[in-house]
Nanobody, 126 residues
Framework: QVQLEESGGGLVQPGDSLRISCTVS????????VAWFRQAPGKEREFVAA????????YYADSVKGRFTISRDNAKSTVYLQMNSLKPEDTAVYYCAVDGSIILSQIWTSDSYDYWGQGTQVTVSS
């Protein structure tokens, strides 16, 4: 059974940093494309960042480029999202997702991913 467990969310002030994690079990993580999406109240789920398969190259939404960094530790089957210079508009539930069969053009779309975590709340407020 595949399980994804996120952790590390919380309440921070604008300009602060936060790192969230997602640990994956039940599959060969090292070959997967791993991604973070987020969903704010009343909005659709949107792409944040991804690492495509084992190639290592990362991709980001324009809204987070230069502030967020996605990384993976295959030995720990864990994917991280380091978030710096947080803004109130970053407030959302953050979800990790993995999939072993998608192609590069599909990484931006939530429907492409078969496995999801339960989400972790990140709130940026003064």
């Amino acid at each position: 059974q595949v399980q994804l467990e996120e952790s590390g969310g919380g309440l921070v002030q604008p300009g602060d940093s936060l790192r969230i994690s997602c640990t994956v079990s039940g599959r060969t993580f090292s070959r997967d494309t791993v991604a973070w999406f987020r969903q704010a109240p009343g909005k659709e789920r949107e792409f944040v960042a991804a690492i495509f398969r084992s190639y290592g190259r990362s991709y980001y939404a324009d809204s987070v480029k230069g502030r967020f960094t996605i990384s993976r530790d295959n030995a720990k089957s864990t994917v991280y999202l380091q978030m710096n210079s947080l803004k109130p508009e970053d407030t959302a539930v953050y979800y990790c997702a993995v999939d072993g069969s998608i192609i590069l053009s599909q990484i931006w779309t939530s429907d492409s991913y078969d496995y999801w975590g339960q989400g972790t709340q990140v709130t940026v407020s003064s």
